[in-house]
């Protein structure tokens, strides 16, 4: 996907006002989604109305339904991710200022960062996994610590979410999470985030850097985990460089599939995720990962115009 196409220049006021509408989009679509999800496992699942409170109140007590909360958390993503955004671009936003999706194209994409993508993917993890340690360390001040408690009972909670839905008992449960917790996300967060928000921001600030840090800050605080905000930002902001440099909103839609996808297979392989990474083996991930950075940047840009700052 290319930078945002326009006709006309928008002003700042029109700007705000068309990511003010993208946000009522996507909370009405969220909304809408919610309803329509509940509506199409009462049945198939043959829930009753009491024990389909029960379960969206606390899933876990039901392991017996863990495809009907992939199923919902599979419909809630398509339309929140896929479908708002792709409803905002063609009915809601400014006709008169469109952002053209021309360049979701992987044949347009040079074939070397196909290979370097999952590289600096999988070479950021153990980089990331010991900021995520830090970063769950976080102690707030003593007047905060109401805060802090609902912070820690609201990350418990997701991960707990988490467990249940990434403890597979059989291939087709894989699969299933697969598809609906890297496949649909690795499309509509990057959709929504990188190819919408991060261009609209640009549009208003006509900084590329500040778009890709604020629109990275949004996709990781909307995961409302405070003790993984870090090191999702950091995530977030390197799909966005990739897709900037690129020009191509494929390659963060594939960065954010083997970063998801990879952490399935190695829990379905068992290997243990929680184990602590040794600040060494950080420090030369880190190393590895800027390589890869570095020559990513160097070929995507290679006789192509720069973002203007």
Known sequence: MSSPTQKNTPTNIETWWSINKLVVTVILTWLISNIIAVGVAMPMFDFSEKTMVEF?????????????????QGIISVFTFVAAPMFYLKYVDNVANPIVLSRIEPISVKPLLW????????????VDSWIVEWNQSIALPEAFKGIEQWAKETENQLQALTKYLTS?????????????????????????????????????????HVAIWIAAFVFSAIHFQFYGFVPRLLLGALFGYLYVWSGNLAIPMLAHFVNNGFTLLLLYAGVNLDTTVPIEFAALSFVLVSTFVYFFKKIATENTQQPTL
């Open 115 to 126: 290979i370097l993508t999952p590289l600096i993917v999988i070479g950021f993890m153990p």
């Open 56 to 72: 969206i109140a606390n899933p876990i007590i039901y392991p017996q339904y863990k495809m009907a909360m992939l199923q919902i």
């Open 168 to 208: 597979f008992d059989n291939i087709i449960e894989f699969l299933a999470a697969l598809v609906i917790l890297s496949v649909v996300p690795a499309i509509g967060e990057e959709l929504l985030f990188r190819g919408v928000l991060q261009n609209k921001i640009q549009q208003l600030t006509k900084n590329y």
